[in-house]
């Protein structure tokens, strides 16, 4: 279908969204996203129709396309080369607090970082101090709180999760030239600097310590690898507590699967249910097999 064509059938679908039919104007909407970001002209001259229901529809399409877009950067941010650590950590918050700003998240995140800059900390102790002083509180990680985990959250309330507080901890240093990393060691994370010798293990109670044989295996954590530990951690909260939404926002997040396409490889009830006659046990296994190809 040409470009032309396309064009005309949308503009003829979006004429139909304000049909007093929810079940239909429902299809339309399905039917318009299936031209994805083609839309996105009609929709943008349709945004101030005096038509309120009109507007409604307009504004939730709009929402969806965003929501995808946003699904598509974050699987591509882990998918690919250096990965800026603020836009991961925003992008994992949007994941959870879809209606959340980008710029507050900037104004925090920088705040934080300008705080620590002024504060002219230069060893893993000063970071210790600082973060006693601002009245941090540091988390054992956990599936039950996905505040832990959102850096909007986190700097709001001064509560995270061990593994988030050390990859900001580390990456304040960094912006200010120390050989600081986010790192794990001993079953828990820290922050890691080899200058130093020191390891400041992200606990409740905040206390350097020497790097001894008991510790000697510390492995440097990338910032990917952060990143969809603590994605990984927001989809399993998102199955405790059976959401199935987030469910599958989140999954195709993780799996890059596209638009409109289910993930199949989780069991029922996360994907559609066995046609009669389908054994689910051998559904789910098939599922394993797909994801393996």
């Not at 239909?24 to 101030?48: F, K, R, S, W």
């Not at 200058?195 to 790097?211: D, F, G, K, T, Y």
């Not at 249910?273 to 097999?289: L, M, T």
């Amino acid at each position: 279908m040409s470009d032309k064509e396309n064009i005309r059938q949308i503009r003829l679908l979006a004429g139909m969204l304000d049909d007093e039919d929810e079940d239909i104007a429902v299809e339309i909407m399905a039917e318009l996203l299936d031209y994805g970001n083609e839309i996105e002209p009609v929709l943008a001259e349709l945004q101030d129709s005096d038509n309120p229901q009109l507007r409604k529809r307009v504004q939730q399409l709009e929402t969806i396309l965003l929501m995808r877009r946003r699904r598509k950067e974050f699987s591509e941010l882990l998918a690919g080369g250096d990965v800026d650590l603020e836009k991961g950590l925003t992008e994992v918050h949007l994941q959870w607090y879809d209606n959340d700003n980008e710029r507050s998240l900037h104004e925090s995140y920088s705040g934080f970082m300008k705080k620590f800059s002024q504060s002219s900390c230069r060893r893993l102790a000063d970071a210790v101090y600082l973060l006693n002083r601002a009245d941090f509180r540091i988390e054992p990680e956990s599936s039950l709180e996905p505040d832990l985990y959102c850096i909007g959250a986190v700097l709001d309330s001064r509560r995270a999760a061990g593994s988030v507080m050390a990859v900001i901890v580390a990456e304040a240093g960094r912006l200010n030239g120390l050989d600081w990393a986010a790192a794990c060691g001993r079953g828990e994370f820290m922050v890691y600097s080899a200058a130093e010798q020191m390891v400041l293990p992200m606990r409740r109670s905040l206390r350097v310590e020497a790097i001894e044989e008991k510790i000697k295996n510390i492995r440097v954590l990338k910032t990917r690898q952060l990143l969809l530990y603590f994605s990984m951690t927001l989809f399993s909260h998102s199955i405790l507590s059976d959401n199935f939404r987030y469910i599958h926002t989140i999954g195709q997040s993780l799996c890059g699967a596209p638009d409109g396409e289910g993930l199949d490889f989780l069991p029922y009830p996360y994907c559609p249910a066995p046609e009669d006659g389908d054994d689910p046990a051998s559904s789910a296994h098939g599922g394993d097999e797909k994801r393996g190809d």
